[in-house]
C-alpha cells in the first residue's frame, strides 16, 4: 500500500529538473538523440556537428544533394524533432 506523500522516482527527478530549471536542456538533449532515428542512418552518416543556439538547429552536411534533400523536408524534420523532445525547442534549423 502506497502513502499519501510518496511519489515515484520519476516524479521526484521530474520536479527536481523543474527545480532546478533543467527542462530546457532536457529537451535539446533529446532532441539531439532523435536526430538519428527520425532523418534515418543513411543521412545521419552524411550529417555531423549538430548544435542548438538561440532556438535554431545547426547541422553540417558532407553532401550537396542530401543538404538540398533536408533543406525541402525542413518543416516535417522540425515538427518531428520538436515532438520527439517533449517541448518546442527549435523553430528553424540551418544546413551548413
Same mark, same amino acid.
Given at each position: 500500500?502506497?502513502?499519501?506523500?510518496?511519489?515515484?522516482?520519476?516524479?521526484?527527478?521530474?520536479?527536481?529538473?523543474?527545480?532546478?530549471?533543467?527542462?530546457?536542456?532536457?529537451?535539446?538533449?533529446?532532441?539531439?538523440?532523435?536526430?538519428?532515428?527520425? /532523418?534515418?542512418?543513411?543521412?545521419?552518416?552524411?550529417? +555531423?556537428? &549538430?548544435? *542548438?543556439? @538561440?532556438?535554431? !538547429?545547426? /547541422?553540417?552536411?558532407?553532401?550537396?544533394?542530401?543538404? +538540398?534533400? &533536408?533543406? *525541402?523536408? @525542413?518543416?516535417? !524534420?522540425?515538427?518531428?524533432?520538436?515532438?520527439?523532445?517533449?517541448?518546442?525547442?527549435?523553430?528553424?534549423?540551418?544546413?551548413?
Amino acid at each position: 500500500m502506497r502513502r499519501q506523500t510518496t511519489s515515484t522516482i520519476g516524479e521526484a527527478l521530474s520536479l527536481w529538473i523543474e527545480a532546478m530549471k533543467m527542462r530546457p536542456k532536457v529537451e535539446e538533449t533529446r532532441l539531439m538523440a532523435a536526430w538519428n532515428p527520425t /532523418v534515418g542512418p543513411l543521412i545521419a552518416s552524411k550529417t +555531423r556537428d &549538430l548544435y *542548438i543556439n @538561440k532556438r535554431t !538547429l545547426y /547541422v553540417s552536411v558532407d553532401s550537396s544533394v542530401i543538404r +538540398r534533400e &533536408l533543406l *525541402i523536408a @525542413k518543416e516535417k !524534420l522540425i515538427s518531428q524533432l520538436n515532438n520527439a523532445s517533449g517541448g518546442d525547442v527549435i523553430s528553424d534549423i540551418v544546413f551548413r
